[in-house]
Every structure is written in C-alpha cells, then in structure tokens.
C-alpha cells in the first residue's frame, strides 16, 4: 500500500447494519510465526492501517490548538478518560522493594477491567448495546498488562483498535476526524503518560536505543503529519529544547519529545538514538512517510507485538473481502 495514497474516511454506512450484526468477544487468533500471513491479508488490517492513514492525512498541517468540531461521542470518550485519570488519583503506588512495576497498578487495572463494559456504555447509544462487550475488549487491551505492569506499542494499538470499532459501528463519524487525534487520542496519552510514570511501568518489548520511544508510536506519525509544511519547524529543530518548549503545545510530535527529555538523562543522541537520526531528515513529509513505514515492519509485522491482538467481527480475521 502506497504510503501517500488517499483513503475514504471511516463510514459506518459500508459495513452490516449493526442492528443485524453478530457481535462476539474478540480473541487471539496468531498464535505462531506462520500465522502471521493471516494478519496481514485479514480485513482486520486492512481495516486499521486504513484508519490510522486517514487520521494520518486529516491532521496533515493543523496544531492541536486548531478549532475542529467536537460531537457528543468524543466528549463521551474524553469523560472515559478522565474517569481513568481519577482511577490512578485514587490508587497511589505502593511501597515495595523493587523500583519497576508498582503492584498498585494491579489494583487500578482490576478496577477497569470490571468496569470497561459500563464505560464504554456510557458511549455507545442504547440501539447498539449489542457491540459493547466487543468494543470493550479494546479498551482494556489498550492500558498494559496487568501481570507484567508494561505497556507499549501492542496496547497503543488497541486503542486505536478502540476508535477504529467505534467508527465502524457509526458512533464516531467521518468529521470527528480531528478531535479522535486532538482530543481523544492525546488525552489517552497524557492518562498513559500517567500511568507510566506513577506506577513505573516497564516498557513492553523495548528496543533500548533502537527503539524509536519506549512506549508509543502513532503520536510520532501523526504529530510528524501535523508539521508537515510548517513554515519554519524543521526536523532538525525537535531536538532544540528551546524549539520544543516553546511549540509542545501546538505538536504532539513535540508533546512526545518533552515526555522523553523529562523521563530520561544524558545526551539525546545516546538515550533515543533513531530519533536522533530521523532529526536529519529533510521534511515533515519524508519523516512521515519513514515512520508509517517503520510502523508496519517494526509493530505490524512483528509477532511478539500482534500475538496479542485480537479479532471480532468489526476487526475480523478473513481475508480481505473485495467490494
């Protein structure tokens, strides 16, 4: 698939009505290397690389402090989040020996995983009741693991698995576009952000400095999208303290590079050496275009991230079915 190509937005209005759809609880279907085959010719990732691309393409150039239209749905979702945010509030760490892994994380994690279904029925309308348990399962894969106390790029895209079955299901719609990114998208981040650092959560399959970020992605793809054509903002620039702390709040691209700065010491060019490099790199677009690439080989493609995944009926397994 073309990196720059255009993709039709996400409509509810292409897939079953939901009133006759069978919703399931999603599951593990890749089990082993071979199995990997599947994914990628499964409707299920066609559909979310898909989603990602327009999202990518519908932040192109804009700051997140640009007016955009905000539905009932997405602040729906942002109250999700903030009940998640007052969650952690009401957990603090625990003392224990080991500095990594606080185990009161267990006991916020529990909290959502008996209340998902309840949270995410405060988004989704009463006529689609049905699709709630499915949806749900996204929501509580999007958070880390509770026996390991990680977190990385497999939950990241859970959520957006989350956004991209609400879309389907019409409870997110084609102009929520911009708030999915701005509003929805970068509160996940300031509540996983969160997270992190209270309970010092380990990073979950962690290239150390190879690595473009301990625990996130998209947010690089889609800040880098938003900056593409900026009239002064190069790539070279994310790496000046002084560029970053006076536009963090405008580019989550920047929003990133400030959490890293904050979490770790020494030379950037040491601790986040791929970033580094990609600081060489001419334009926005091109960086862009490197990180969806970069995206697919070393998250989508990879079996220890998408063994976990899971599949239903609006992220399904089969094969990619041709209109």
């Known amino acids: 698939m073309a990196e720059g190509e255009r993709h039709s937005p996400p409509d509810s209005s292409e897939d079953i009505p939901p009133a006759t759809q069978n919703f399931i609880i999603p599951k593990k279907e890749i089990h082993t290397v071979p199995d990997m085959g599947k994914w990628k010719r499964s409707q299920a990732y066609?559909?979310?690389?898909?989603?990602?691309?327009?999202?990518?393409?519908?932040v192109k150039g804009k700051k997140l402090t640009f007016e955009y239209k905000v539905s009932e749905a997405i602040e729906k979702l942002v109250t999700l989040?903030?009940?998640?945010?007052r969650w952690i509030d009401e957990t603090p760490p625990v003392d224990q020996p080991s500095r990594f892994g606080n185990k009161a994380y267990r006991t916020w994690y529990a909290k959502l995983d008996e209340e998902a279904e309840n949270l995410v029925a405060?988004?989704?309308p009463t006529h689609l009741a049905a699709a709630v348990p499915e949806v749900a399962v996204y929501l509580k894969e999007s958070v880390g693991n509770s026996t390991r106390i990680d977190y990385g790029t497999g939950h990241e895209a859970a959520f957006a698995a989350f956004?991209?079955?609400l879309c389907k299901i019409g409870v997110?719609?084609?102009d929520d576009q911009i708030a999915i990114v701005f509003k929805v998208f970068d509160r996940y981040l300031e509540v996983m952000r969160k997270l992190q650092k209270t309970y010092r959560m380990e990073p979950a399959g962690s290239q150390g400095v190879w690595g473009l970020d301990d625990f996130q992605f998209l947010p690089f793809i889609w800040g880098s999208s938003q900056l593409i054509d900026h009239p002064y903002l190069e790539?070279?620039?994310?790496?000046?303290e002084k560029a970053v702390n006076e536009n963090h709040k405008d580019y989550m691209f920047l929003e990133c590079i400030l959490f890293?700065?904050?979490?770790?010491?020494?030379?950037?060019?040491e601790h986040s050496n791929q970033l580094w490099n990609i600081s060489a790199v001419p334009s926005w677009s091109k960086v862009n275009q490197g990180l969806i690439r970069m995206y697919k080989a070393e998250c989508l493609e990879k079996f220890p991230v998408?063994?976990?995944f899971k599949f239903g009926s609006l992220l399904p397994i089969h094969p990619v079915t041709s209109c």
Do not use: S, W
């Open 172 to 174: 997110l719609r084609v």
């Open 260 to 269: 890293i700065t904050e979490m770790k010491t020494g030379p950037f060019a």
């Open 306 to 308: 998408i063994q976990h």
């Open 46 to 58: 066609a559909d979310y690389i898909g989603f990602i691309l327009t999202l990518n393409e519908g």
């Open 122 to 124: 405060t988004v989704v």
């Open 81 to 85: 989040l903030n009940t998640l945010d």
């Open 235 to 240: 790539p070279r620039h994310f790496v000046d």
């Open 163 to 165: 956004l991209c079955c």
